[in-house]
């Protein structure tokens, strides 16, 4: 139903409301303690391997994050690296080049405009470069416990095969989920959508006969 002109079932608000809340029930019990599958020890190696993260695998990520950290441990470390030498250790993954040009240069404006700590704000992370909304959340949620919900490809793609958001920009996407869940559940939301994008609703083929939420999603094949 549905699959390409996504469209908000009808429905009243009380009943999109319901809808939500037995959908968080749900992943709740599929993925508890839902976090982030990047390799991280700091909020600096964090903002790191989510910049790297775009357009790529956290698997070809934290293959190759390891050799960059241990490299350049710091925001002051990395931010004296010339980018051709970050580029080199990160080379297996996609865009290696812009994106060690970038982490390079944030890194330089932690230095230069925050004392080399990742600031805990949305407005300040932004102003860096290669980082926009979803990858300042990320950090925000998981290096803060700020409630935050990043919106990346499979978030997008859930919200709007459930019938939460008709939207295709992230941040619309990301306004719509904030209204509907409450602020408590949004850091552990985003995991497990983002969970239960990479293991069944994929994009292509939904495994819908094996997904637990079918009987809520407006879009199911079953």
């Known amino acids: 139903m549905g699959r390409y002109n996504w469209k908000v079932p009808k429905e009243s608000k009380r009943n999109r409301s319901a809808r939500a809340t037995e959908?968080?029930?749900?992943?709740?019990?599929?993925?508890?303690?839902?976090?982030?599958?990047?390799?991280?020890?700091?909020?600096?190696?964090?903002?790191?391997?989510?910049?790297?993260?775009?357009?790529?695998?956290?698997?070809?990520?934290?293959?190759?994050?390891?050799?960059?950290?241990?490299?350049?441990?710091?925001?002051?470390?990395?931010?004296?690296?010339?980018?051709?030498?970050?580029?080199v250790l990160i080379r297996s993954i996609g865009l290696h080049k812009t994106k060690a040009k970038n982490v390079v240069r944030a890194a330089q404006l932690l230095v230069e405009r925050h004392g080399g700590e990742v600031p805990p704000d949305l407005a300040a992370l932004t102003e860096l470069p290669g980082v926009g909304t979803k990858t300042a959340n990320v950090v925000l949620a998981n290096a803060f416990g700020r409630p935050a919900i990043a919106v990346d490809t499979h978030v997008g793609r859930l919200a709007r095969r459930l019938g939460f958001s008709a939207e295709q920009h992230p941040d619309a996407v990301q306004a719509n989920l904030e209204e509907l869940f409450p602020k408590a559940s949004w850091i552990f939301l985003h995991h497990a959508l983002i969970l239960h994008g990479r293991r069944?609703?994929?994009?292509?083929?939904?495994?819908?006969?094996a997904c637990a939420l079918a009987d809520l999603c407006p879009d199911s094949r079953v």
């Not at 964090?46 to 990520?61: E, F, G, H």
Request: charged share 15%; proline share 8%.
């Open 200 to 209: 069944v609703c994929h994009a292509r083929t939904p495994n819908c006969q």
């Open 23 to 87: 959908t968080m029930n749900r992943l709740e019990d599929l993925y508890p303690g839902a976090a982030t599958e990047l390799g991280y020890a700091t909020p600096f190696e964090l903002l790191i391997a989510t910049m790297l993260s775009a357009q790529a695998t956290d698997v070809s990520v934290n293959a190759a994050s390891p050799g960059l950290f241990a490299r350049y441990p710091t925001a002051e470390d990395l931010a004296r690296a010339d980018p051709a030498a970050v580029s």
